[in-house]
T-cell receptor, first 116, second 112 residues
Framework: GAGVSQSPSNKVTEKGKDVELRCDPI?????LYWYRQSLGQGLEFLIY????????KSGLPSDRFSAERTGGSVSTLTIQRTQQEDSAVYLC??????????????FGPGTRLTVL | GENVEQHPSTLSVQEGDSAVIKCTYS??????FPWYKQELGKRPQLIID?????GEKKDQRIAVTLNKTAKHFSLHITETQPEDSAVYFC???????????FGSGTKLNVKP
């Protein structure tokens, strides 16, 4: 079946503009994660959605970052008033199962964001 | 929160040799430890994982060991091949999987 997809694959924007990044998880996956990967670095957790529960936003670096997940499926990460330090690859991942079930995370291809 | 440290940052081995990558974690609540392989320009993919109630797990040339007391876990690749060249990430997550904490990555280069 189809894997996790993300769009756009690349986004170049000017400092101060808002951007929206989209993630389509694998159908039926209740858990969805957003990560940020700066060049040559590890993955930094941003936000976690699990079913209809309130999201865990503890990883969002500032109030310029927000995310939503509509209908328990598609998710959008929004960055307002982008800064150059926001330049990174933004990865989305989804997994099936409830909490405490040891199921694999599947990653999307990422969106490479460049803020000029 | 959890802090995962990974060493070394780069590792170069000759084809056929073994490679070992080590990670430490700080939160005793972490109980699941996956390892991911990320080839250049591609998405991370799970290669092996281990739960906290297991000390070792092996899958062909890849093995992972976990020492809960010392809070460290390691990835072992035997008989390395050029196609093993990639960046490897360790991660840790607590029982409810609400977040995964990743190490900073190890760039493995297998020389033919």
């Amino acid at each position: 079946g189809a894997g996790v997809s993300q769009s756009p694959s690349n986004k170049v924007t000017e400092k101060g503009k808002d951007v929206e990044l989209r993630c389509d998880p694998i159908s039926g996956h209740t858990a969805l994660y957003w990560y940020r990967q700066s060049l040559g670095q590890g993955l930094e957790f941003l936000i976690y959605f699990q079913g209809n529960s309130a999201p865990d936003k503890s990883g969002l670096p500032s109030d310029r970052f927000s995310a939503e997940r509509t209908g328990g499926s598609v998710s959008t990460l929004t960055i307002q008033r982008t800064q150059q330090e926001d330049s990174a690859v933004y990865l989305c991942a989804s997994r099936t199962g409830t909490r405490a079930s040891y199921n694999e995370q599947f990653f999307g291809p990422g969106t490479r964001l460049t803020v000029l | 929160g959890e802090n995962v440290e990974q060493h070394p940052s780069t590792l170069s081995v000759q084809e056929g040799d073994s490679a070992v990558i080590k990670c430490t974690y700080s939160d005793s609540a972490s109980n699941y430890f996956p390892w991911y392989k990320q080839e250049l320009g591609k998405r991370p993919q799970l290669i092996i994982d281990i739960r906290s109630n297991v000390g070792e797990k092996k899958d062909q040339r890849i093995a992972v060991t976990l020492n809960k007391t010392a809070k460290h876990f390691s990835l072992h690749i035997t008989e390395t091949q050029p196609e093993d060249s990639a960046v490897y990430f360790c991660a840790a997550t607590p029982y409810n999987f609400n977040k995964f904490y990743f190490g900073s990555g190890t760039k493995l280069n297998v020389k033919p």
